[in-house]
């Protein structure tokens, strides 16, 4: 059996004291959302409680009244009014409860969580994105939290309502038979025992078919999403995402099967003990009644007894048995929300920026351990495995890489596809530390600034930028546009060579962008994005301003326009285009080109051509490709 295997196992059988605890958490988290939440979960198990007590003691008050030799219409019809009048009362309780309060309640729970998971969420590691196992616990996260806290709650108000309803009934049962109590009881705990079979293959079930899941709804969402529609109708990929919809399919079916399987055996044996458990008791009283043991008023009582007892037990069995289940669903949850980042703020804000030193630094997105090679050797040995070829080491996407760039300089850094250029643009927003060596601002450690205030001195145009569903003015800004922010925003977006589609746009600043939310919203050019994307950095005060291709999808014509767009804004600013493109080279005071992770050339246009090295040859081979398309 594999270690991975084991583990899940261990991770399964969930001590009581670590069940417990989990859904004390869970309930403390509800608290600290909505305070009032719990207090009428209380109430609601309170009422709940009384109201099955309170109908079995009128019951069973009723009709040992018959059995008196004076009885009266009166005193009859008094208990029979009684009990409506306290079922009425409850059930509009129940009615104002459920239908108005926990709907809105539930609401505002599910908002102030995933308001907290959305914040935490931010906090991460971009890191964490590229681990599917800690991406899977996310998504559980964040699919599960809400109801999973509805769903403690609701079985803590149940579980108080039963435990109030048992101890009434027992009490009564008790003074009827101890033979039908102890019955009762037996039934009860065979039937969690099966419950806990079941719960178990249930959980095996869902940790097959949650990966299975994710599968299905990325193809449902490409399917619908416009920015896949041209390449699925103009390649044959759609073939590809069938055959992975179908895979998913089939083994979504499979552990479906294998727990129907399972499960139609487990709920034929609790069918057969549970119809043993109500019937065997009421014979056992009917004989009594026969025998004459037992009066009329006390037999029908002790059966409105006995089935509200054995229903009771067996729900209350139930809830015990989810407590686990909810537990372990929580541990996901908390695992998450216990997370802590690696890229951590250091508490200096940044000053102007002079320079940026990057120190023999080398960077690896999947830097493989030595130890976890071992233990996956080790683990492969116990268990008679076929031992797996050694994974290859992973491939640095840097490596020693030493530069200084200074304030107020026009940097390209060049290179074929892989060579490592968008891998420093991330590092130089913190957003991934180096693997080995340092990068300094100021010739401080970037790690020892306050992080929120450095991005707040760069400003970076991704190559996979995002265009959201919000109007332009919002999608400038990165947040909520006020009326004095208007102008700023139209100036970004002239800078940024877009002044004559947003003059097109009716609604101009305000026109939602994508049709997600609006049948009016604009669904942009690949160029037109890109132009709004550039805004962004026109729309705020940065000192280093970092352009990850950032003219890929415009014509040689505009990208010339907003190259020189942007050194003009730019020119007491530090700027750095990142490119494999070299149009843009020449007008750069400095060109650095990688390869590999490595910075092999470094200089002026006119330096590096006469080196005759890589950068002179890929200049040639894009300028011979330009000549010919012309």
């Excluded at 969930?14 to 509800?30: H, Q, V």
């Excluded at 009827?176 to 806990?196: C, N, P, R, T």
């Excluded at 830097?367 to 797996?388: D, H, I, T």
């Excluded at 992770?597 to 590096?608: A, D, V, W, Y």
């Amino acid at each position: 059996m594999k270690t991975e295997e084991k583990k899940k196992k261990k991770e399964k059988k969930i001590p009581l004291g670590r069940t417990l605890y989990c859904n004390f958490l869970m309930l403390s988290k509800i608290a600290q959302k909505t305070p009032q939440y719990i207090v009428f979960m209380v109430i609601v198990g309170l009422v709940g409680g009384a109201a099955n007590s309170v109908s079995t003691i009128f019951t069973y008050m009723l009709f040992n009244a018959l059995d008196e030799p004076h009885v009266t219409f009166g005193k009859m019809a008094s208990y029979v009014a009684l009990i409506l009048g306290v079922n009425l009362l409850i059930q509009l309780f129940y009615a104002w409860y459920y239908e108005y309060y926990q709907t809105v309640t539930d609401k505002k729970l599910q908002h102030r969580m995933h308001e907290e998971l959305f914040r935490h969420a931010l906090g991460m590691d971009l890191a964490c994105y590229d681990d599917p196992q800690f991406y899977n616990d996310y998504v559980w996260a964040m699919d599960e939290s809400k109801g999973r806290a509805v769903q403690v709650l609701d079985d803590t108000a149940r579980m108080i309502r039963y435990l109030i309803t048992i101890s009434t009934l027992i009490t009564l049962m008790m003074r009827v038979d101890i033979l039908v109590g102890s019955i009762l009881f037996v039934g009860a705990a065979v039937q969690a025992a099966l419950w806990e079979v079941g719960n178990r293959l249930n959980l095996k079930k869902n940790e097959r078919i949650k990966p299975l899941h994710r599968k299905n709804t990325y193809v449902n969402r490409v399917y619908h999403l416009a920015d896949y529609a041209k390449e699925l109708r103009v390649s044959r990929a759609g073939e590809n995402l069938e055959k992975i919809y179908q895979e998913s399919v089939n083994g979504i079916v499979e552990a479906e099967v294998w727990n129907g399987k399972r499960q139609y055996g487990l709920d034929l044996l609790t069918t057969v003990l549970d119809m043993a458990a109500q019937y065997v008791p009421v014979l056992l009283m009917l004989f009594k009644l026969y025998d004459g043991t037992a009066q009329l008023g006390a037999f029908v009582a002790s059966i409105n007894i006995i089935w509200n007892l054995n229903w009771s037990m067996y729900d209350l069995a139930r809830n015990l048995i989810r407590m686990p289940e909810n537990a372990r669903y929580v541990e996901k949850y908390l695992k998450f929300m216990s997370y802590k980042p690696t890229i951590v703020s250091g508490k200096i804000e940044p000053e102007s920026l002079e320079t940026i030193e990057l120190k023999n630094v080398t960077f690896s997105y999947n830097p493989v351990e030595p130890k976890e090679n071992e233990e996956k050797a080790e683990s492969e040995k116990e268990s008679g495995e076929k031992p797996q070829e050694p994974p290859e080491e992973a491939k640095n996407s840097l490596e020693d890489v030493s530069l200084t760039i200074r304030r107020g300089e026009k940097v390209a850094i060049v290179g074929y596809n892989g060579a490592g250029k968008t891998t420093l643009t991330k590092l130089l927003m913190r957003l991934y530390d180096p693997t080995e060596g340092e990068i300094l601002y100021n010739g401080r450690n970037l790690k020892d600034y306050d992080i929120p205030g450095l991005r707040a001195k760069i400003g970076t145009v991704f190559q996979d930028y995002k265009i959201f569903a919000a109007t332009v003015a919002e999608n400038v800004l990165g947040r909520e546009v006020h009326e004095e922010d208007r102008d700023a925003v139209t100036d970004a977006l002239t800078k940024a060579t877009f002044a004559d589609r947003l003059s097109d746009m009716e609604k101009g600043l305000d026109t939602p962008l994508t049709k997600e939310f609006s049948e009016d919203g604009v669904n942009l050019s690949g160029g037109e994005a890109q132009k709004v994307a550039i805004a962004r950095i026109f729309a705020r005060p940065y000192e280093l301003i970092v352009m990850d291709e950032p003219s890929s999808a415009l014509d040689p014509a505009a990208e010339y326009e907003l190259n020189h767009t942007i050194l003009a804004y730019a020119k007491d600013k530090t700027v750095i285009f990142i490119s494999h493109r070299l149009s843009t080279t020449r007008m750069a005071d400095r060109i650095l080109m990688f390869a590999d992770g490595r910075l092999i050339e470094e200089g002026s246009h006119e330096e590096l051509m006469r080196m005759n090295g890589k950068y002179a040859e890929m200049f040639r081979l894009q300028a011979e490709k330009y000549r010919e398309s012309a």
